[in-house]
């Protein structure tokens, strides 16, 4: 009998690729969806999938309560999935009450385990240890009231958070000198934004998406993600287009199963790379999904399977590769957004949408999502018409 799959964020379109996958292939889910508003005023997208049972919206403040109270089995215990970085952070800080119900990913089963390792500081030091390029890192400390400068930074410089489940987009940047730096510093002091990382900045030749799976015992490296295109609004750096590769970097898979190794997790994961002049360097490690990884299950690899398996303890070599398909997926919102904000041309969407073999959101086995976004799409149309004329 397979375990139920609770499936736990905000970002619909994540929740909606990992459904689909657990769906397409037997199993029973549900969805939870986090968020700090008390009204609901538009329901996500995986709110219309045919594959989830029973959906749930809570507050982050009552998602542990709505867990043991309503989603245990004491038959079979389900398996939980957090899909964004703070419910992996929360989930993760409350290990010791969950684990008695249910089947979470996790380092050693330790409570705080994850949340040790979610410093971005730590994760370049383990993967410099394991093998990995690793730009150059400094951490820019907080003290008595005030940021703490490392004397011996380097410019051009890329701030960004240090604690993955704090981190902010909008205060993440390039500085080119020490004025530059002292003026975001002071923004993120003002908006309470404390923890803090400097990297080197390096040129960027593309960006690279890796999915893994860990056990006890081995970790699977099934394919590699390159991105082809990232979305603009409203705060970019979400993937629009990607080409799913194999993993046939035999170096560079070998030395992420080390850093996995080292880092003891269980559970599913994506890698973030850069490639610059020719050399892949690590930027960071998420201990969840990542929504190419829909793409990867609709390239042939078997994510749902190997996910339980790696939690389970099972035999992860039984399971193939990825093909040499080298397909591509679109991300049909984040595209949308971009022609919403003007970005980009609808014309432009359309060509990028029909040069994709795989689309995130448009499927005629689950169709009523895409449906609904259709509707979110008009709406916003029709509300931006009535806006310019009352204007």
């Known amino acids: 009998m397979k375990p139920t799959i609770i499936v736990i964020g905000s970002a619909d379109i994540i929740k909606l690729g990992l ?53 245990r089995d004491d038959v079979q215990k389900p398996i939980l999935m957090p ?51 690793v730009p150059k890192t400094w951490e820019i400390s907080f003290v008595d009231g005030d940021f703490v400068i490392p004397e011996d930074i380097e410019y ?16 993440q940047k390039k500085c080119s000198c020490t004025q530059e730096l ?14 803090l990382c400097a990297e080197e900045y390096l040129d960027i030749d593309k960006e690279v998406g890796v999915i ?12 590699i993600v390159e991105f082809l295109e990232m979305g603009r609004n409203p705060k970019g750096g979400i993937s629009m287009r990607g080409q799913i590769c194999p993993a046939n970097n035999r170096e560079l898979i070998q030395a992420i199963k080390l ?7 269980v559970g599913i994961c994506n890698l973030d790379f850069i490639v610059s002049r020719g050399k892949y360097y690590f930027v960071e490690v998420n201990f969840r999904y990542a929504a190419y990884g829909y793409g990867i299950f609709k390239s042939g690899v078997n994510v749902p399977d190997m996910i339980v398996c790696s939690l389970l303890g099972g035999d992860l070599g039984k399971f193939d590769t990825l093909p040499n398909s080298n397909k591509t997926f ?56 009535l806006s310019r004329l009352k204007k």
Request: hydrophobic share 35%; charged share 25%; glycine share 6%.
């Open 19 to 71: 459904i689909r996958s657990f769906g397409e292939s037997g199993y029973k889910i549900i969805s939870i969806h986090v968020s700090g508003k008390n009204i609901f005023k538009m329901k996500p997208l995986d709110y219309y999938s045919k594959y989830v049972s029973t959906y749930y919206f809570t507050k982050a403040a009552n998602l542990i309560g709505l867990l043991i109270d309503k989603c």
């Open 83 to 133: 899909l964004t970085d703070n419910m992996v952070y929360l989930i993760d800080q409350s290990l010791s009450k969950l684990s008695k119900y249910f089947i979470i990913p996790s380092i050693n089963g330790r409570e705080g385990g994850i949340t040790r390792l979610m410093n971005k500081v730590l994760q370049k030091k383990v993967a410099a240890e394991a093998g990995l390029n």
């Open 156 to 171: 051009p410089c890329f701030v960004k958070g240090a604690l993955s489940y704090k981190s902010k987009k909008q205060y």
């Open 182 to 195: 002292n003026d975001l510093l002071t923004l993120c002091k003002r908006a309470g934004v404390f923890d």
């Open 212 to 223: 893994t799976f860990s056990s006890q015992t081995e970790c699977a490296i099934p394919a």
């Open 259 to 265: 850093f996995l190794t080292k880092t003891c997790y």
């Open 330 to 385: 679109f991300n049909e919102k984040v595209g949308l957004i971009d022609v919403m904000d003007g970005s980009i041309t609808f014309k432009k969407y359309k060509e990028k949408r029909k040069q994709s073999d795989i689309l995130m959101i448009a499927d005629f086995l689950d169709p009523k999502p895409n449906k609904k976004m259709w509707t979110i799409v008009v709406n916003n149309i029709v509300n931006k018409t």
